[in-house]
């Protein structure tokens, strides 16, 4: 009787927790299911499913240890692209049979990515180290073109200049072309030639200082305005708002009274 028990125990562990693999014909020994599987991709398998008993025979494609899913690839044609893949979770497997090994598994050298299905390509490697360099060169060409403890209006000022001529911050005196340095607060009378007796270039620097500041008071002036209009607005939608829920205001002092007798 004991040992009809053992072997009842035995035959319940196999079932849950182990799976039989069979390769070339050959019984194969007992191993864990998860590692069975792990090692068994790319192979031809036969899968056996519980609690609806049912087979799925084809290429074991991946077995994701997260999930806890298979996915077989039902297509005769294992080098497509395509196919009919199932995927079927690990608690439902009973059992399963490796019909055939994978053919990287017969390679002395181990996987390899030609035998990836689907295919994988090889990288560029050149290709991407030049994104790579190209996206951080503009990474770094944007946070030299911001300003350090600088105000608003001189950042402005610079962006303005930058758009037309080389500029650069030098701390917080703005640089342009390599000949003219605007200190703060970047007035015109705060330019100063990189090179003694550059007048031309001191000339021009204050011309368009002088406009691209008086566009940033136009500017500065219009958002006031702006926001005084929608101020006013705002008031006097309250008062009318007032007005409709007091339908017997109090008459004002010069208002005539209730006449007396007749």
């Not at 398998?45 to 996915?71: D, H, K, Q, Y």
């Not at 360099?133 to 403890?149: D, T, Y």
């Not at 100063?192 to 001191?202: E, H, K, N, S, W």
Request: aromatic share 4%; charged share 20%; glycine share 8%.
């Amino acid at each position: 009787m004991a040992e009809k028990k053992r072997h009842g125990a035995g035959v319940k562990a196999s079932s849950q927790g182990t799976a039989g693999a069979t390769g070339q014909g050959m019984a194969g020994a007992m191993v864990p299911l998860e590692v069975a599987l792990s090692s068994a991709i790319g192979a031809r398998v036969r899968i056996t499913t519980t609690p609806t008993p049912s087979t799925i025979e084809g290429t074991l494609f991946t077995a994701c240890p997260i999930t806890n899913l298979v996915a077989v690839n039902t297509a005769t044609d294992t080098k497509s692209t395509s196919g009919d893949y199932r995927i079927i979770p690990v608690s439902r497997i009973l059992s399963f049979n490796i019909l055939s090994l994978a053919p990287s598994s017969e390679n002395a050298d181990g996987p390899s990515f030609s035998d990836a299905v689907p295919p994988v390509h090889a990288l560029d490697i050149r290709a991407l180290k030049a994104r790579e360099a190209s996206a951080v060169g503009k990474l770094q060409e944007i946070e030299a073109r911001r300003g350090k403890g600088v105000t608003r209006e001189a950042q402005e000022l610079f962006d303005a200049f930058s758009r037309t001529m080389p500029t650069r911050w030098d701390g917080t005196n703005i640089i342009v072309a390599d000949a003219v340095s605007i200190a703060a607060p970047y007035r015109v009378d705060d330019c100063r030639p990189l090179v003694a007796g550059d007048t031309a270039a001191l000339a021009r620097v204050r011309k368009v200082l002088e406009m691209e500041r008086k566009k940033i008071e136009l500017r500065n002036a219009s958002a006031t305005i702006g926001t005084a209009n929608t101020f006013s607005k705002s008031t006097s939608a309250k008062d009318v708002r007032h007005a409709s829920t007091n339908p017997n205001p109090s008459p004002g002092p010069g208002a005539a009274g209730p006449r007396k007798g007749g």
